[in-house]
T-cell receptor, first 112, second 110 residues
């Protein structure tokens, strides 16, 4: 059973640029969620995808968008990067049967 | 507004001590409660998942309880070890997402 894998592990971008983060779900999981974790804070829910459609969203602006692919992998896209977007971005996969969430190791994004 | 609070924010104990981490949440309509461990700069490792119909779960030296009526969960760590040093996060399962506390940073001194 493979876990959740995220790429890249670290990324440095300039304010105003766009970034794409990638996530491969754990085998057998059909739902993927993305979270943003600022330093010293708990993760904040960005959105969740199920059957390739967004089916839940936290308090994040539209410049945060995502995709889920038929193999349940996912992308998080952030446009017009701001300094406050610097954070650890975590991907989590789950099964709709309620087995809990499995998290990846995260992507550390630094916006300069 | 749904909130999750963890107390204490930080805890330092000598090796071998038993300890309890606390988590409280608003809204008793909870789906499940999950405890995670996070090492510095790393992702989250799931420790225990308690479904809303359950009262507790155990794994090795860890025991987590859930009391929906009082809006509380506790994580009990027995015979703590230096390798237990990490931040412990609790998260309540809501519809389609997790709501996290800010975590308790645990340091176990040899």
């Amino acid at each position: 059973e493979t876990g959740v894998t995220q790429s890249p592990t670290h990324l440095i971008k300039t304010r105003g640029q766009q970034v794409t983060l990638r996530c491969s779900s754990q085998s057998g999981h059909n739902t993927v969620s993305w979270y943003q974790q600022a330093l010293g804070q708990g993760p904040q829910f960005i959105f969740q995808y199920y059957r390739e459609e967004e089916n839940g969203r936290g308090n994040f602006p539209p410049r945060f968008s995502g995709l889920q692919f038929p193999n349940y992998s996912s992308e998080l896209n952030v446009n017009a990067l701001e300094l406050d977007d610097s954070a650890l971005y975590l991907c989590a996969s789950s099964w709709t049967g309620g087995s809990g969430y499995t998290f990846g190791s995260g992507t550390r994004l630094t916006v300069v | 507004k749904q909130e999750v609070t963890q107390i204490p924010a930080a805890l330092s104990v000598p090796e071998g001590e038993n300890l309890v981490l606390n988590c409280s949440f608003t809204d008793s309509a909870i789906y499940n409660l999950q405890w995670f461990r996070q090492d510095p700069g790393k992702g989250l490792t799931s420790l225990l998942l308690i479904q809303s119909s359950q009262r507790e779960q155990t794994s090795g030296r860890l025991n987590a309880s859930l009391d929906k009526s009082s809006g509380r969960s506790t994580l009990y760590i027995a015979a703590s070890q230096p390798g237990d040093s990490a931040t412990y996060l609790c998260a309540r399962g809501s519809q389609g997402n997790l709501i996290f506390g800010k975590g308790t940073k645990l340091s176990v001194k040899p």
